[in-house]
């Protein structure tokens, strides 16, 4: 079937379901606003939801626990050499030099496989927080109003799977534009890359270059944020009745399209202001946390200051994405279930969305 008899199935679709607007969906009326909507599925069902969030927190706090453990078990003899030549030197009388470029090297290619394994963890913790806030919204006028979090488990447990492989389908579509951007930003910081030499950004560099150096990444980053807005309603799409990765992705695509990207994008961008805003403030209120990990740390290597100073760059960061992820993920990705909701067109009910499933 060609592309114009799938467009022409498609317009005869719409016509049966919406004779009266001439074949165009209409949006559903908002009978609650996102935020009232969002607090009253929390109002209700407060403590089951947290209950989950706060079970997944606790999860990927042991996973992310002996990942960072296995690192610097790994990397202990570099941390050593490099405390015992510190030590010479101060013994010497001279300022003690630190990592020395070739224990950096080994520090970040011993430690690499680890850390690269908590991207994958924060991949699958998002999708079981997606996918249990998707249920959550979809049966909120279930008679049982009040599930637990073993209920709310059981009822998202058949889609993880599923909400695992639409994350990894979206954080590729958006990652294949970040990394251009990241690239780009780098290029022009390090004055070229593989015998190609340019002027390095800097405050003496002329204003044209300057704002071409740092506003093609930004621009690049900005259009792979608008595709991750676009397909963050993949997981509820896919909780609703998508039965592929790429079905999901497709009807979120088509959702938040035409009249309605506007409004798509708009509260995505708020929530991820929230979020990010949230992280600042939860990462800055647990760096005290970081001085008495450091001090167990240098009782469990002997006093290394540089052992124990990785640690404690890290506790902050850590702190504040678990505490994101048991108190700001929920609410966030509830208002992003009920958002599919606000966005579907009329008559088109919560299961299925004809028009995204004829997508070429």
Known sequence: MTRQERRAAQDGAEQQEFPESGGAPERAPRRRGLTTGTLGLFRSRWRGLYGFSFGVALFAALVGSVLVAAAFAVCRHDFALTWKSARSDIAYEDPPLGYYPDQRVSILLRSLPFMGLLLPLAVFVLALLHSAYAVAARDTGAAERRPGPGELWRRSRPYTWLAL????????????????????????????????????????????????????????????????????????????????????????????????????????????????????????????????????????????????????????????????????????????????????????????????????
């Not at 505490?323 to 009920?338: C, I, Y």
């Open 165 to 360: 492989r639409v994350q990894l389908l979206t954080s590729a579509c958006a990652g294949a534009l970040v990394l251009p951007a990241l690239l780009g930003w780098m290029f022009f910081e390090n004055g070229g890359v593989g015998g190609i030499d340019i002027e390095v950004l800097s405050r003496s560099a002329s204003t044209p270059y300057r704002l071409l150096g740092h506003g093609l990444p930004l621009v690049v980053l900005g259009l792979a944020f608008a595709v991750w807005f676009r397909l963050g309603l993949a997981t509820a799409a896919a909780v609703n009745g998508a039965s592929t990765a790429r079905a999901a992705v497709r009807r979120s695509w088509t959702l938040t399209g035409g009249a309605r990207r506007w409004r798509a994008c708009s509260v995505c961008l708020l929530l991820t202001a929230v979020v990010v805003a949230a992280y600042g403030a939860l990462s800055h209120a647990t760096e005290p946390l970081a001085h008495p990990v450091g001090l167990a740390v240098l009782w469990l290597t002997d006093d290394n200051p540089y052992a124990a100073g990785a640690v404690m760059e890290i506790v902050p960061a850590a702190a504040g994405l678990l505490l994101l992820t048991a108190l700001v993920v929920p609410p966030v990705s509830a208002a992003l279930a009920l958002l599919r909701t606000e966005l579907l067109p009329a008559k088109a009910g919560t299961a299925r969305m004809p028009s995204a499933d004829l997508l070429p």
